[in-house]
Antibody
Framework: QLQLQESGPGLVKPSETLSLTCTVSGGSISSSRYFWVWIRQPPGRGLEWIGS???????YYNPSLKSRVTISVDTSKNQFSLKLSSVTAADTAVFYC?????????????WGQGSLVTVSS | EIVMTQSPATLSVSPGERATLSCRASQSVSSNLAWYQQKPGQAPRLLIY???TRATGIPARFSGSGSGTEFTLTISSLQSEDFAVYYCQQYINWPPVSFGQGTKVEIK
């Protein structure tokens, strides 16, 4: 049973870079079975897929955010990370990490509890 | 990008009644459609994938149907714990994976 946990600063200044880490337990991030996913949800609004990464390093980003997003994997720590640059107040959201079982064709079955990031000076 | 449209935005239902939620895709997603439930302050929970397969531990009162562009989530007899927001998601034509805007199921 996978468990995911987001961590990172809860407050980021405008124009700076938002950085979050997701720690995976109960399984290996090097498993070929999973894509690792970031999703965000602005307060009171819906879900937006940010991007996904495979342990091999293949990354896939939402075109609407692609110019500002970097997702990476650290297999030694069983973690994957999100960087979102040049943030504005519109980037204020709860950020979730999740696991996508590509082998079993089961989307987003495991989620972290979410991390609220506020963009404000 | 495939646009997912859910209806209605809000559904008022009495406990014990049946709830029917709709999701439409702007182009065919075959059966690559999932439903999630989200309660306030919690992460979404996968209910249905492959349009009609219940995820592990999901009660039988939740059922999904449809293929192509039209999908339905049915809750056969609403329990108090089912009042929440429900999202559909397509995952065949990506990036980007896309979600609907959500349907809030509230107590009538």
């Amino acid at each position: 049973q996978l468990q995911l946990q987001e961590s990172g600063p809860g407050l980021v200044k405008p124009s700076e870079t938002l950085s979050l880490t997701c720690t995976v337990s109960g399984g290996s991030i090097s498993s070929s079975r999973y894509f690792w996913v970031w999703i965000r949800q602005p307060p009171g609004r819906g879900l937006e897929w940010i991007g996904s990464i495979h342990y091999s390093g293949n990354t896939y980003y939402n075109p609407s955010l692609k110019s500002r997003v970097t997702i990476s994997v650290d297999t030694s720590k069983n973690q994957f990370s999100l960087k979102l640059s040049s943030v504005t107040a519109a980037d204020t959201a709860v950020f979730y990490c999740a696991a996508w079982d590509k082998v079993g064709a089961i989307p987003f079955d495991y989620w972290g509890q979410g991390s609220l990031v506020t963009v404000s000076s | 990008e495939i646009v997912m449209t859910q209806s209605p935005a809000t559904l008022s239902v009495s406990p014990g009644e049946r709830a029917t939620l709709s999701c439409r895709a702007s182009q065919s997603v075959s059966s690559n459609l999932a439903w999630y439930q989200q309660k306030p302050g919690q992460a979404p929970r996968l209910l249905i994938y492959g349009a009609s397969t219940r995820a592990t531990g999901i009660p039988a009162r939740f059922s999904g149907s449809g293929s192509g562009t039209e999908f339905t989530l049915t809750i056969s007899s609403l329990q108090s714990e089912d009042f929440a927001v429900y999202y559909c998601q397509q995952y065949i034509n990506w990036p980007p994976v896309s979600f609907g805007q959500g349907t809030k199921v509230e107590i009538k």
